[in-house]
């Protein structure tokens, strides 16, 4: 179980107060039924809930500012929220926090292609923003597997990737510039053309920070040229370790794929089961995609080709039509819906050095038969970024206990393999307890550093990343008036 | 000061009592910085880890830069973001002052192929953030804040970058007709297509420049390509020359301070119409170097990004930076560096 900071006692009490100051600077942008705030009681971890103390939907960032101020006058804990997709708890609130949801900031303030940028509101959709741009020919490239849902708030705050990273990097390579929202109000922007700020780059420290440094509320996100064309190919395998070694093999030979996904045994069989995308019965397989003009893709996947053959692979797929190349991702795109049909599951995204595959996936079978609970394995190979699913069953008690020590093994095993905990999702409340297995107490107090500069108080998002040990002394202490901004 | 080992880094930082300049081959000094005690970071030296299969190296900063790149090149890899490359130049000076070249417009800046540093800080406290792969979002990104922190955060002792492959092949366009202003058009077009440029710059004489790289067919088919979209502009040339070690070393010695302007390509016309003739540009308009007469200060139209000077006696940024961004990077040094031994930073 995950424990959660205790709800300040003052604050609920003086619930009423809170909410008059704010429906005073944000007059019909704030829900406080409780029928309605439970909606915002969880995100994509639904297994922890709590329904927060109320919420505010502004429309501006000057509204933002205003309802930012009023809790930081007041001494209310704030989370901010972008979708609610978070698969790690990152907009999961406190009984004593005012959610602050950006769904109504979800506008396109400028589209320039000749500089490859646009700004938007962050409360907009990932997928929207290349939706608003692609009739220019142009694309927004990070593209976690949510982009229909999430918001780019959320990317930036989680420094989101996609399966198309490996060639274009996560959000922090395609953030050029934020309007940012202190915990006090404050407005600042940051960065610059080409994601280069003045001085320090206080923009790179943002993302990733997970809402716990200020609000973004506007964002200036690169966009690319469309590229003419991309093709996939399906390389089926007898073991996992092959289809690693050939990920390296590829990745030497100097051919830069768009992406490449790899899927195992006990995922290729539920996937087939629920989408029936005709793959190959086999150990683990590949879908290695590729971009360019079509005798370009002919061209690296000539290379690509030479390359698995020289593995003997049981299967080299290729596709010869957009029909094709749809059902050779179909199977991967419908993966973690195949194994939600199975049962329940934890997805982790620990992350490792490619080079450690082989032996990573080896130990998680032998995790798995120890702790006698499946996981299958699916994820972005050319970047090390796994996602094993633990499957149990909700139903049985004790079962989600098992499955999250299983995990936090898997996610132990990660580190000492020369990854980290979390490649993509973030560490919000799942992987906090595990900060401590990556890194040293001065390492986290270098972290925390950033954070008291940023929001002296810590009143934002404050029981999320770091250990709550961690947090409740910097709190305390905030309290306490130790710590002062500069 | 010549440390050899991060333990013996710490013990200095903790034990000085003037301001320190972090130092690796002191080519990348602003006007400003260097003025504190040298603290000679070359004593840390040599690769801790290099998997090229992984695209991963993990190198100590006082590593000459030409050594590491000497070894990438053996094989067959590189740094994808072209840091400039003086004697005396140290990894660990490339990623604390984000140094990028032309190839930042395809494949990222510095800042963006480091994966993970290990430092000392003011306090002589040893402090690791980030690691050995490229998607890692465990925790606050310190890596990002400690690229371009110009040693004024942290003494860098070990870096994990991201190394690139060589591409097999590669061409070079100019359009020798275009002056600074009217190459701006040509590089804006060059890069809104799906050609894939990997260098989009300007130099006096040469004109506007555009490089492809790949696969050999691809180069060849894109070369093409990318000659017909530009042509309606002027006479398209192949160089022979390599033109990008020039853009990625910036200007020679010269009269006057030389100035760095970083803006929107969309704006550098406007900018470029208010100064003197430019002595590169680069990113397809959205860096301009050029020199004014020692002390003076350009007048600009407003734009996004700033000009700073970095050479000559005094530094200057414009526009000033607003007083919260001060605010918080005073908070930030202030923590990383309560006693203010990297003030000779700047």
């Known amino acids: ?55 505010v939907l502004p429309r501006s960032t000057e509204e933002v500012s205003a309802v930012l101020g009023t809790c930081h006058r007041l001494g209310v804990p704030v989370v901010p929220r972008g979708a609610g ?60 597997s949510s982009q229909l849902a999430c918001a780019i708030g959320g990317n930036i705050a989680m420094n989101s990737g996609g399966a198309h990273c490996l060639k274009y ?99 290729i069989a539920a996937t087939e089961a629920h989408s029936g995308a005709g793959y190959p019965d086999c150990e683990a397989l590949l879908i290695i995609e590729v971009e360019g003009s079509d005798p370009e893709i002919d061209e690296q996947l000539g290379l690509i080709r030479a390359v698995a053959q020289s593995f003997d692979p049981i299967e080299f797929r290729e596709s010869q039509s957009e029909d094709e190349s749809r059902r050779i991702w179909l199977g991967r795109k419908s993966a973690f819906g195949a194994m939600g049909q199975l049962g329940d599951y934890i997805c982790l995204d620990g992350t490792i050095p490619v080079s450690s595959l082989p032996a990573v996936l080896a130990e998680i079978g032998v995790l798995s038969k120890r702790y006698g609970l499946a996981v299958a394995n699916v994820f972005h190979a050319g970047d090390g970024n796994m996602h094993p699913l633990i499957l149990y069953d909700a139903n049985t008690p004790g079962e989600l206990d098992k499955a999250e020590a299983l995990g936090a093994d898997i996610l132990r095993l990660c580190v000492r393999a020369g990854g980290c905990l979390t490649g993509e999702h973030g560490v919000g409340i799942e992987k906090r307890d595990l900060m401590r297995e990556q890194y040293s107490s001065a390492d986290l107090e270098a972290q925390m550093r950033v954070k008291d500069v940023f929001d002296p108080g810590w009143l934002l998002n404050a029981a999320k990343v770091f250990p709550l040990d961690l947090s409740a002394e910097r709190k305390r202490l905030a309290r306490l008036g130790a710590h002062h901004a500069s | 000061m010549r440390p050899e080992s991060e333990a013996e880094l710490a013990a200095l930082i903790r034990q000085a009592e003037r301001p320190l300049s972090i130092t690796g081959g002191a080519t990348r000094h602003h006007p400003g910085e260097g003025h504190g005690a040298r603290l000679d970071m070359t004593g840390l030296q040599g690769v801790t880890l290099f998997e090229p299969a992984a695209l991963t190296l993990v190198v100590r900063a006082g590593t000459s830069l030409a050594s590491v790149e000497k070894m990438l090149a053996d094989e067959g890899q590189m740094l994808g973001f072209e840091p400039a490359c003086h004697p005396g130049s140290t990894i660990g000076g490339v990623f604390a002052t984000n140094s990028s070249g032309p190839r930042r417009i395809q494949l990222g800046a510095a800042r963006d192929a480091l994966l993970g540093v290990r430092l000392v800080d003011g306090n002589g406290e040893i402090i690791s953030n980030g690691g050995r792969v490229m998607k890692n979002v465990t925790g606050y990104d310190l890596v990002k804040l400690m690229a371009g922190s110009r040693g004024r955060l942290g003494a860098l002792t070990e870096l994990s970058l991201r190394t690139a492959p060589v591409p097999p092949a590669s061409c070079t366009l100019a359009l020798p007709a275009l002056d600074a202003i009217g190459a701006i058009a040509a590089l804006t077009t060059a890069l809104g297509s799906p050609l894939d440029v990997s260098g989009a710059g300007w130099l006096p004489g040469s004109g506007a420049l555009l490089r492809i790289e790949g696969l050999s067919g691809s180069v060849q088919t894109r070369t093409a390509e990318l000659t017909r979209l530009l042509s309606g502009f002027c006479e398209v040339h192949v160089l022979d020359s390599d033109p990008w070690q020039q853009l990625r070393n910036g200007p020679q010695e010269g009269e006057g301070d030389l100035w760095r302007i970083v803006c929107r390509p969309s704006e550098a016309p406007a900018l470029l119409a208010a100064l003197p003739a430019p002595e590169m540009m680069d990113w397809g308009g959205g860096l301009i170097l050029l020199r004014l007469p020692a002390g003076e200060l350009p007048e600009l139209p407003k734009f996004w990004g700033h000009a700073r000077r970095i050479s000559g006696a005094a530094p200057a940024i414009l526009p000033a930076p607003d007083p919260v961004t001060s605010r918080l990077e005073a908070g930030l040094r202030q923590r990383f560096d309560p006693r203010g031994i990297f003030a000779g930073a700047e």
């Not at chain 1, 709800?7 to 100051?21: K, S, W």
């Open chain 1, 1 to 55: 179980m995950i424990q959660m900071p205790e709800p300040d006692t003052a604050v609920l009490a003086n619930r009423a107060g809170i909410i008059a100051a704010l429906r005073q600077v944000a007059p019909d942008a704030v829900i406080d039924d409780p029928a309605e705030t439970r909606v915002y009681e969880c995100d994509a971890l639904s297994a922890y809930r709590c329904a927060p103390l109320a919420v």
């Open chain 1, 169 to 267: 990097g996560v959000t922090t390579n395609n953030l050029l510039g934020v309007r940012l929202v202190l915990m006090d109000g404050t407005i600042v922007d940051l960065g610059g053309p080409s994601g280069e700020g003045p001085s320090l780059d206080l923009l790179g420290v943002i993302c990733g920070a997970e809402g716990q440094l200020g609000i973004v509320t506007e964002a200036t996100l690169r966009i690319l040229p469309k590229p003419a064309g991309a093709r996939p190919v399906l390389v089926a395998f007898d073991s996992s370790e092959t289809a690693g070694a050939c990920v390296a093999a590829i990745i030497r030979s100097g051919v830069l794929p768009v992406a490449i996904e790899f899927m195992d045994g006990p995922c």
């Open chain 1, 85 to 144: 997709t978070s698969l790690a708890g990152g907009s999961m609130p406190t009984a004593d926090a005012v959610v602050i949801g950006l769904a109504r900031m979800n506008r396109v303030l400028e589209i320039a292609p000749e500089d490859r940028l646009v700004r938007v509101q962050t409360g907009r959709t990932n997928l929207s923003v290349t939706t608003a741009v692609e009739g220019q020919g142009f694309f927004f490239a990070p593209d976690p």
